[in-house]
């Protein structure tokens, strides 16, 4: 299992190299209920009629104190390689570094979340598709239901 995930990121002049590590095992059970947290009322907000997942998402009051939080805890555990062979925590230059490059910032997020949390969120879902299935086993549907004879 590699313990790091490198990854080419932004273009030209900026063009930097991340190098991910996995967060410290306590760190990434606190990442991966805050990302069940945000997705939580983005998939009641779909069952609501909510357009789509990421309009969903959108509505959540604490998306961007979620995602600030994620941001924080990845970059202490990416170093940015610079093509001139220098080299930082990302933490030490989080705040300037993706200055005009959001999409470059939001690419290098959800590489992070990937990368650390993929096998947390598999379990999630296996979890919740098995409790989705026990609730329906349990309740009868309508065509189950017992109808009174009035006759």
Known sequence: ????KQVDL????????YVISYVMADEALSAGARVLNMLGPAVEGMRRGATGFAGAL?????????LEFLANLFARYTEVVFPDGRSKTLAEIYKVHFRGQAGVQAEWL???????LADFLAVAKARLDDAKAAAMVSSPSKSQTPVESTG
């Open 1 to 4: 299992m590699e313990l790091s």
């Open 10 to 17: 932004g273009t030209g002049e900026r063009r930097c190299r």
């Open 58 to 66: 959108l509505e959540s009051p604490t998306l961007g104190h979620q």
């Open 110 to 116: 959800a590489i992070a979340l990937e990368f650390n």
